[in-house]
């Protein structure tokens, strides 16, 4: 299988001696739905950053997309994040003072690729006819599905969520899930998914579980109770 | 709260501050300027000379002209400042705080502020006065036994003058947030309101036609009073701008879609952000409006004339002038900071969507050069209208003269301004990862 996403080595330290990510090795393939979990501080947060080229790594590479960005300029990188690459984030940052229709005409404004019509994304998450809207007036879930659909209109070869329904009740939060697994399913698009909710991560097809900097388990995704039970096992053997 | 506000963003309160350190010293210069004439040392002969020439006079126009000065520019900087905690009102409001308790809060923000701001400028200002007044001795507008004397209350008044103008800034920006429901408070801080009210419109519209029709009243009166009511003709025009002003910069936003995607992004974000951004219209107006009116006098006069007014003459006039126009730049720039510094979040995400540090740069710039632009159309229909009449009935001309060098002088040194207190800060703001700013 075609990698999208690889990193090999990657390791995150940071002043004062903390190291957040130890010798991380991971390869994602195209179309596949990852969802990285760990307990607080076990630098899920860090590996994402990292990945998606928001971070630098202190040694080892990241591949996105077909290009080593570990160790690419800031503008170079930028360019390449804006025409690959998606993000979701649990704060959606968004333009709140701006309509739909702004924030999703922006990465094109920015000279970002617009391979998708805004009205057709729109459509897609559900929110036909809100473009005139202004973001700021729109409820919780309606801004995730705002930042989904900024997202897919670039038409990225990856999707990094960043605790994409930490601030979202259980039945939206599944709304904004499902979201973004069509994307996979049908668009063929990749989604690395940091999360601390079984539920969610339960919507993936594979689950990276980290430990203190390094991969504890990678394997297919069980169903959340046996994810919950995975996690607890992981928490605990850092406790003990 | 008081220590929440000023802790949480201590940099929006530099605005309200060095402006009200300039409106002290300018009035304790004035003060200083006026008590070293009375207690110079003259005899009959040279007093009576003194008055004639109307030294005296000027420095009462000086004070007076600070005083209206810091009235509009400390009261405009002070009112950003408190539009900008909003947010926080709204909360302190929503965990129990009364209405009246967040206006004793915002009331000792202005006095907190302004008090420590005033016991710097005065003694600024002394410099400032004992400077003028060893100009006007070198320029033998005075004889030499005229000597700098500060005021022996001019601590006191300028505390008046600036603690006064700050709470009523304060105050007035204070009405809305501590009045509404909290629940309705923390809606519109989330999605702020960008209509403007139908108050500040009418307010807006009265003030400019009221002036533009004194200035068309005064045109036919003699010079002298011409002269006296220009200044009230012009600080009604600013003022009336100021309160239009969101309007105003809606337009130069609509204007901006013709400059491609940059230009648009500039556009919609000055859009959103033109009630703030408004705040610094005012002040940029007046000193445009300010040096525009002046310069213009003068040189059509030479220009009618043929002659230049004396060297000393000139001296007087700009010097007066210049340091208004340093006062209103100074507030110009501390609005624009204000407002970049409160968009860091929004220039982060703007990165995050795609932008490159350069880009995102551009932007702003843009976004400087369409408020650079609004302010210098609308200074230049202030001078023209406030000149005018001047002109009519001083030299009989309708036509205002400018030389072409200090036209792009003064269209330059306004967009360097406004750059500074906008691309400036941008570039420093954005030098933090984007991911950092928003997390």
């Known amino acids: ?240 | 709260m008081i220590r929440q506000a000023l802790r949480s963003n201590p940099w929006s309160f530099l605005g309200p501050f060095s402006t009200q350190l300039l409106a002290a010293a300018l009035v304790a210069a004035g003060l200083g300027i006026t008590t070293s004439f009375d207690r110079a040392p003259l005899n009959p002969a040279a007093r009576q000379a003194l008055t004639d020439s109307g030294l005296a006079d000027i420095a009462i126009i000086f004070v007076m002209i600070a005083i209206y000065l810091s009235i509009i520019i400390v009261g405009v900087t002070m009112a950003a400042t408190i539009a900008q905690q909003a947010r926080d009102i709204a909360l302190v409001r929503a965990i129990g705080a009364t209405p009246g308790r967040v206006r004793r809060s915002v009331a000792a923000q202005a006095a907190i502020v302004a008090v420590p701001a005033t016991l710097l400028g005065v003694p600024v200002g002394s410099l400032g006065g004992r400077e003028w007044i060893s100009g006007v001795v070198t320029h033998d507008l005075a004889p030499a036994a005229v000597t700098f004397h500060p005021h022996p209350a001019a601590l006191p008044i300028a505390l008046a003058v600036t603690v006064g103008t700050s709470l009523a800034g304060a105050l007035i920006a204070a009405i809305r947030p501590s009045r509404k429901r909290p629940a309705a408070a923390l809606a519109e801080t989330a999605a702020p309101h960008r209509r403007l009210g139908r108050v500040r419109t009418t307010a807006g519209l009265i003030l400019m036609l009221g002036g533009t029709t004194l200035s068309i009243t005064i045109a036919d009166l003699d010079a002298e009073t011409t002269d006296a009511l220009g200044l009230l003709v012009m600080l009604a025009l600013c003022v009336g701008a100021g309160l239009l002003g969101p309007a105003l910069l809606r337009v130069a936003a609509v204007a901006g879609r013709l400059f491609g995607d940059t230009g648009r992004l500039a556009g919609d974000a000055i859009a959103v952000r033109a009630k703030a951004l408004s705040s610094a219209l005012v002040p940029l107006t007046l000193a445009i409006a300010f040096t525009a009116v002046k310069v213009i006098i003068l040189k059509t006069t030479e220009h009618k004339t043929g002659t230049a007014p004396a060297a000393a003459d000139r001296w007087l006039e700009y010097s007066g002038t210049s340091v208004y126009v340093a006062f209103a730049a100074v507030a110009a720039v501390n609005t624009l900071v204000t407002v970049i510094l409160s968009r860091r979040r929004d220039l982060a995400v703007t990165q995050l969507a795609g932008a490159t540090r350069r880009r995102a740069l551009t932007v702003v710039v843009c976004e400087a050069l369409l408020v650079t632009a609004t302010a210098l159309v609308v200074g230049a229909a202030v001078a023209a209208i406030t000149t005018l009449p001047l002109l009519h009935t001083a030299l009989g001309t309708w036509v205002p003269w400018m030389p072409v060098g200090w036209l792009v002088t003064g269209v330059l040194a306004t967009a360097t301004l406004v750059l500074a207190g906008t691309a400036l800060p941008a570039a420093l703001a954005m030098r933090r990862p984007p991911i950092e700013v928003v997390s």
């Open chain 1, 1 to 240: 299988m075609e990698s999208v996403l690889e990193l090999r080595d990657v390791a995150r330290a940071f002043p004062r001696g903390i190291v957040a990510l130890r010798q991380v090795s991971l390869s994602v393939g195209a179309g596949e739905f990852v969802a990285v979990m760990g307990a607080t501080g076990s630098g899920k947060s860090t590996l994402l950053h990292c990945a998606a080229g928001l971070d630098r790594p202190t040694a080892g590479s990241v591949r996105l997309a077909g290009r080593e960005i570990s160790r690419l300029r800031e503008r170079p990188l930028t360019r390449w994040r804006r025409d690959r690459v998606g993000f979701v984030f649990q704060s959606y940052n968004l333009l709140s003072e701006l309509t739909v229709r702004q924030n999703l005409a922006l990465p094109g404004r920015l000279g970002g690729p617009r391979r998708r019509g805004i009205d057709e994304v729109l459509a897609a998450v559900g929110l036909a006819g809100t473009g005139s809207r202004p973001v700021g007036q729109l409820s919780g879930g309606q801004r995730q599905r705002v930042a989904i659909a900024r997202a897919l209109v670039t038409g990225p070869s990856v999707i990094f969520a960043d605790e994409p329904t930490g601030a979202l009740d259980p039945t939206t939060g599944g709304q904004i899930l499902g979201l973004l697994r069509r994307a996979v399913d049908e668009q063929g698009v990749t989604v690395l998914m940091v999360t601390h909710d079984p539920v969610a991560a339960a919507w993936s097809d594979r689950l990276v579980l980290l430990r203190a900097g390094t991969v504890a388990t990678d394997a297919a995704t069980p169903d959340a109770p046996a994810i919950a039970d995975r996690l607890r096992a992981v928490s605990t053997a850092v406790a003990a």
